[in-house]
Each structure stands twice: as C-alpha cells, then as structure tokens.
C-alpha cells in the first residue's frame, strides 16, 4: 500500500476526493493489519494443537470483511480420524467454503430482509470496497433461513401430531384480529415459474394517532410460500406462542374471501368477515358510489335481506356482462361480507 506521504501529495492534486481516497487508504491498511494478525494467530493455533492434528500444508483464503478482501494463507489439518480442519476458521467461526466474514453476513442479511436481492447488491457495493453479488445475498440468505424452517417444522410436528403443548406468555386479550391474504411472485430456476407469497398480521386493536387515524397494536407477523394447512399451522404456532388462545375473548379472522384464509377459521376458533377492504373495493368495482356505500352500510350493520333486495333491483335493470357482475357481486357478498363490525367503537 502507498505511504500516507504519498496519499498526501495525491490529495492535493485532487482535493475533490479527499474522503474517498482516505477511506480506501485506510481500509488497505486494515486488510494488511488483518492479515498480519490472522496468520499470526493461525501460528499460535498449530503450536497449541492437540497432537493428533497433523499439518497437511497451507491453503490460500479469500475472506470478504466490512474493509474489503483479505487474503490470508492458513494451515490445513488432519485428525486421527481422517477429518481435514482448518483450525484458523474454525476459531473465527466461519462457515465452510464461505468467504463472507459475520460482520458482513449480518449486514448482508438486515439489508436483504427490507430489500429485493439485486437492490441489495446495489446498496452493499456502495457501502463495502468489495461487493457481493445478489446470487450470493440469495444463497446466504437461504442458509440462514434454513436452521429456523427446519426448527418450525419440527415444532409443528411436535404439536399437530404428538400433541406437545408449546410455551406461551399466556397473554389474554378480548379481542384478537387476524388478517391474511397472498400474492403471486414470479419464481427463476424453478420447475413452478410462479408461487404465492402469504402473508399474515394479527394485532389486539387500533390507538388513534390523529384525528380519523389510528395504527394497529401488538403486532404479530408471518409469511411463508407454503399451503394453506401449513401457513396456518405455523401462524397459530406463532400466536399460540404469544397467547392463550383458548381464553382470548374472540378471534376475528379477515381476508378476501380465499377459501384457503378460511381454513383459519376453526383452527383458531375464530369467526370470519371479509376485511372491509376488499369488501369496499368489490363494491366499487361494480357499483356506483352512491349504491356502494348504501350496500356497504347494511353489510355492516348485518341487513341481509336490504343488500339482496338493493342488488336484485339494479341487477334487474343491468344487461349483459353488468347484469352478470352484479349477479357476482351478490353471490359473493352473502358468502362473506354479514357481520362487520367497527370493533374500534366498543
């Protein structure tokens, strides 16, 4: 790496980059410094060894630090049981054939949870002197996610199938409000070129942050790409976790109407009402405004007969493809939308 004479008089020909040049300068000399001590520690390691591990000679290695690569040459060993060790990355806790440090892993990972895997890329090559590669975020990202699944997956089983009781804060609450609903992604280097994404939110209420504007409190989240049965599964796990479902005075479970979000319903014994988003937003798909918000007043208030008597009657004037989306409209409406109450009020 240049002197810091050097780096001065580079300066002065380019005051412009100033910051840029003395951060690279000194993440070089950090690599050097992390060389120099790793290989260091990898001498003091074979001193130390049990006996048994014998050196079979040096490796190169290539380790992506939050300062930039480092490249370090660290000793290969062997065990009297044939195993081969590199006793140097075992102590740093690094994974095999990873070349990413946890420093980086964990920032790859935080930035990847809030972003898609090529933004994150993006924003990892500004921030870090060597960059990663979106494929690599993905594979990474997969290995952590792994040891969580296959410990869900187990739990489930544990609890569905051999009836163990999982442990709970016990929270009790009147009223617990789940909503789900899926969207479809498009898939890359699969057999299935889509898959639905589900997601779901359970809160125990509103607090008001302003005038006509309230939040959710007590968040509870989960999303998978799975079935129904098994989404559900895993969120009750979640919540059952959190509460004692069997004293929560009532489980409201929304959605759109999807039978799989029904599915719901009886495992959390719950009841179900279509979210008053979807249900507004049927209604203004079909319906003028005036008539939408009429029907949508009486589903409210749980006016079976008003809702099927006020579709009837424009359905009767409609023709053709209109007469047929009213004709939808009500169908759907009484499979989902009696009932809705506005739970902010009590």
Request: glycine share 8%; charged share 35%; hydrophobic share 35%.
């Amino acid at each position: 790496m240049e002197s810091i004479e050097k780096l001065a008089v580079k300066l002065k020909g380019d005051m412009g980059r100033w910051e840029e040049e003395i951060f690279n300068w000194a993440c070089s000399l950090a690599q050097e410094v992390a060389k120099a001590l790793l290989e260091d520690i990898d001498e003091e390691l074979m001193k130390e060894r049990d006996k048994s591990f014998k050196v079979e000679g040096f490796k190169q290695h290539r380790i992506t630090t939050v300062f930039g690569d480092v490249r370090i040459k660290r000793r290969l060993y062997r065990d009297s049981d044939g195993n081969y060790h590199f006793l140097l990355d075992e102590e740093m806790r690094l994974d095999k054939g990873c070349h990413m440090s946890r420093k980086v892993k964990e920032l790859a990972t935080f930035i990847s949870s809030h972003f898609p895997f090529q933004r994150s890329e993006e924003i990892l090559r500004a921030i870090l002197p060597s960059g990663i590669s979106h494929t690599t975020i993905h594979r990474l990202v997969g290995k952590v996610t792994e040891p969580y699944l296959e410990a869900e997956e187990k739990e489930i089983e544990e609890v569905y199938e051999d009836g163990v009781i999982p442990e709970s804060e016990g929270k009790v609450v009147p009223y617990l409000f789940v909503e789900a609903d899926g969207t479809n992604i498009a898939l890359q280097r699969e057999e299935a070129t889509r898959a639905e994404v589900k997601a779901g939110v359970a809160y125990e209420g509103w607090e008001e942050v302003s005038k006509d504007r309230y939040r959710v409190t007590e968040k509870t989240v989960y999303t998978g790409i799975m079935n129904g049965g098994r989404f559900w599964e895993g969120f009750s796990l979640a919540l059952a976790k959190k509460y004692d479902l069997s004293k929560v005075g009532r489980v409201i479970v929304g959605g759109d109407g999807a039978s799989w979000v029904k599915e719901g319903v009886e495992l959390l014994s719950g009841i179900y009402e279509l979210d008053k988003f979807h249900l507004k937003r049927a209604l203004n798909q079909t319906l003028d405004n005036e008539l939408a918000l009429e029907v949508y007043g009486a589903c409210v208030r749980g006016e079976v007969d008003k809702v099927d008597k006020l579709l009837i009657e424009v359905q009767q004037k409609a023709l053709g493809d209109e007469a047929k989306e009213i004709s939808r409209l009500r169908g759907y409406l009484m499979e989902n939308a009696f009932g809705l109450r506005d739970y902010r009020l009590e």
